[in-house]
């Protein structure tokens, strides 16, 4: 699936008139700025700026959104500041610009992706346009955390990814991407301890060796000498009066941190309201997972292999857990997963049969498809120049694809729910796994992918979904 924002390999130049009216603004702002003193000025000329290498570097539709995003919250920040240093005139002058510019990337944001047949686009409303915003000042991090990373040799790993593709139609991979998992052993070693989580309660945390091995050899040494990767992480919440069904929730992209999934999750509620116990799983490459200071690291900027090798081990260790949890009493178990998670989640619903129910939270999708938002403009064509494409990547990366697989949980126990202006994870991938999950219970929300409008809705759509699935099981 390719994705419909990562533009060809240079863009197309927006028209003239449309990169003129920032560079001008950006000089109209400087100027102001200047009588009104040296703070003021200080606060103008970065903005100015990059107003003007916005007007100047500007493509079409791909991409443009999300910068005339970050310039209109990076005008809106200077007013404030500009307002803050006295210069009322400028001030003014600068959150209004900062306002229009705003509006402009997130509708420009909002037509790139249509909603799925039969469903509008939400109207546009401050807390909407806060909602988009915020998805792609997330996009905008993300991608300016790869530019400051070593460029990649594109040609070595492009020439990896080939192999790995071979590799999968050689054992009939990609037809049956189910054969390349192999059953864990019973996980039979475990340290438990008690933590206290400030909001969340008292939660036990559960750690055992993943002892997982990548299949494919190009990155197997790497990814196997991350030493902190190679224990797994769970915490736990369990009724103390004796084991209830137990969802294990998978968190997202650049997550893992206990004490924040904890609260996404929002744990007490499941635990005290639906009477569940919860497990808190932390993703390969995640939180205390992680090899350096950034969660997630390698997990999708790094090596395509790697990518494969993370999601692997993450069905090998959520086997282990799960066999665990059934030995420990649990009576039946459940997977959600968001974002990332989902995807996850998506993977692990169709491998495990001993599932009662699973839910998807704007689930990723099209993985090749994320992943290109992660690069910037220029790497994103150096790549596909080397014979870095969604064909290839496709193929290399065919058996974690959910859309390659069928869930092995029953119909009525699939919940799949999106954001109609999730700029993250575009709608209609959300309905592709809808569509290919058989067209199970589903729930769209008027929100984004990190804000949820209309989340007591979603609260009440996922709670009745898990008392008809896991609940059902007390």
């Given at each position: 699936m390719s994705d419909p924002r990562a533009g060809g390999a240079g863009g197309s130049r927006a028209p003239l008139r449309e990169r003129l009216w920032p560079l001008a603004a950006g000089v109209a702002l400087a100027l102001a700025a200047l009588p009104a003193g040296c703070v003021a000025a200080f606060a103008a000329a970065p903005l100015a700026c990059a107003l003007a290498l916005l007007a100047v570097g500007a493509e079409a539709a791909p991409d443009a959104p999300r910068r005339w995003v970050g310039a209109g919250l990076a005008t809106a920040l200077a007013g404030a500041l500009l307002l803050a240093a006295g210069s009322g005139l400028a001030a003014l002058l600068t959150l209004a610009l900062g306002g229009v510019v705003l509006e402009r990337g997130v509708r420009a944001s909002l037509r790139l992706d249509p909603p799925p047949p039969g469903l509008a686009t939400p109207a546009l409303s401050p807390s909407l346009a806060l909602a988009v915003a915020t998805d792609e000042v997330f996009g905008?991090?993300?991608?300016?955390?790869?530019?400051?990373?070593?460029?990649?040799?594109?040609?070595?790993?492009?020439?990896?990814?080939?192999?790995?593709?071979?590799?999968?139609?050689?054992?009939?991979?990609?037809?049956?991407?189910?054969?390349?998992?192999?059953?864990?052993?019973?996980?039979?070693?475990?340290?438990?301890?008690?933590?206290?989580?400030?909001?969340?309660?008292?939660?036990?945390?559960?750690?055992?060796?993943?002892?997982?091995?990548?299949?494919?050899?190009?990155?197997?040494?790497?990814?196997?000498?991350?030493?902190?990767n190679r224990t797994a992480h769970v915490h736990l919440w369990r009724h103390l009066a004796g084991p209830r069904p137990t969802l294990i929730c998978l968190h997202g992209h650049r997550q893992g941190h206990v004490a924040f999934d904890a609260r996404a999750w929002d744990v007490r509620w499941l635990y005290d309201v639906l009477g569940l116990d919860v497990a808190l799983f932390a993703l390969p490459l995640h939180g205390p997972r992680a090899s350096g200071w950034r969660s997630g690291a390698g997990f999708l900027d790094g090596h395509p292999s790697e990518t494969s090798a993370a999601l692997a081990q993450a069905v090998w260790d959520l086997r282990r857990l799960g066999g665990w949890l059934q030995a420990q009493g649990s009576p039946a178990l459940g997977v959600a997963g968001f974002g990332l998670g989902g995807y996850t989640a998506a993977l692990f619903a169709s491998l495990e049969a001993n599932l009662a129910s699973a839910t998807l939270l704007a689930p990723v999708v099209g993985l090749e498809a994320f992943a290109w938002r992660l690069l910037p403009p220029a790497r994103r064509a150096e790549a596909r120049a080397a014979g870095l494409t969604d064909h290839w990547l496709s193929a290399a990366w065919a058996r974690h694809d959910p859309l390659r697989l069928r869930p092995c949980v029953s119909h009525e126990a699939r919940l799949v729910v999106g954001g109609l202006a999730d700029r993250i994870v575009p709608p209609l991938q959300v309905q592709a796994l809808w569509e290919h999950w058989g067209r199970p219970a589903h729930h769209w929300f008027p929100g984004s992918h990190f804000i949820w409008l209309g989340r007591r809705a979603v609260r009440e759509r996922i709670s009745a979904h898990l008392r008809e699935t896991l609940h059902a099981q007390i």
């Amino acid at each position: 699936m390719s994705d419909p924002r990562a533009g060809g390999a240079g863009g197309s130049r927006a028209p003239l008139r449309e990169r003129l009216w920032p560079l001008a603004a950006g000089v109209a702002l400087a100027l102001a700025a200047l009588p009104a003193g040296c703070v003021a000025a200080f606060a103008a000329a970065p903005l100015a700026c990059a107003l003007a290498l916005l007007a100047v570097g500007a493509e079409a539709a791909p991409d443009a959104p999300r910068r005339w995003v970050g310039a209109g919250l990076a005008t809106a920040l200077a007013g404030a500041l500009l307002l803050a240093a006295g210069s009322g005139l400028a001030a003014l002058l600068t959150l209004a610009l900062g306002g229009v510019v705003l509006e402009r990337g997130v509708r420009a944001s909002l037509r790139l992706d249509p909603p799925p047949p039969g469903l509008a686009t939400p109207a546009l409303s401050p807390s909407l346009a806060l909602a988009v915003a915020t998805d792609e000042v997330f996009g905008l991090a993300w991608e300016t955390a790869r530019r400051a990373q070593p460029r990649p040799d594109f040609a070595r790993v492009a020439a990896d990814v080939r192999a790995a593709a071979d590799r999968n139609r050689e054992h009939g991979w990609i037809e049956h991407p189910e054969l390349s998992y192999y059953a864990p052993p019973p996980l039979e070693k475990a340290r438990l301890t008690r933590v206290a989580l400030r909001g969340s309660g008292s939660a036990e945390h559960l750690r055992f060796a993943s002892e997982f091995e990548p299949l494919d050899p190009e990155v197997r040494d790497d990814f196997v000498s991350r030493h902190a990767n190679r224990t797994a992480h769970v915490h736990l919440w369990r009724h103390l009066a004796g084991p209830r069904p137990t969802l294990i929730c998978l968190h997202g992209h650049r997550q893992g941190h206990v004490a924040f999934d904890a609260r996404a999750w929002d744990v007490r509620w499941l635990y005290d309201v639906l009477g569940l116990d919860v497990a808190l799983f932390a993703l390969p490459l995640h939180g205390p997972r992680a090899s350096g200071w950034r969660s997630g690291a390698g997990f999708l900027d790094g090596h395509p292999s790697e990518t494969s090798a993370a999601l692997a081990q993450a069905v090998w260790d959520l086997r282990r857990l799960g066999g665990w949890l059934q030995a420990q009493g649990s009576p039946a178990l459940g997977v959600a997963g968001f974002g990332l998670g989902g995807y996850t989640a998506a993977l692990f619903a169709s491998l495990e049969a001993n599932l009662a129910s699973a839910t998807l939270l704007a689930p990723v999708v099209g993985l090749e498809a994320f992943a290109w938002r992660l690069l910037p403009p220029a790497r994103r064509a150096e790549a596909r120049a080397a014979g870095l494409t969604d064909h290839w990547l496709s193929a290399a990366w065919a058996r974690h694809d959910p859309l390659r697989l069928r869930p092995c949980v029953s119909h009525e126990a699939r919940l799949v729910v999106g954001g109609l202006a999730d700029r993250i994870v575009p709608p209609l991938q959300v309905q592709a796994l809808w569509e290919h999950w058989g067209r199970p219970a589903h729930h769209w929300f008027p929100g984004s992918h990190f804000i949820w409008l209309g989340r007591r809705a979603v609260r009440e759509r996922i709670s009745a979904h898990l008392r008809e699935t896991l609940h059902a099981q007390i």
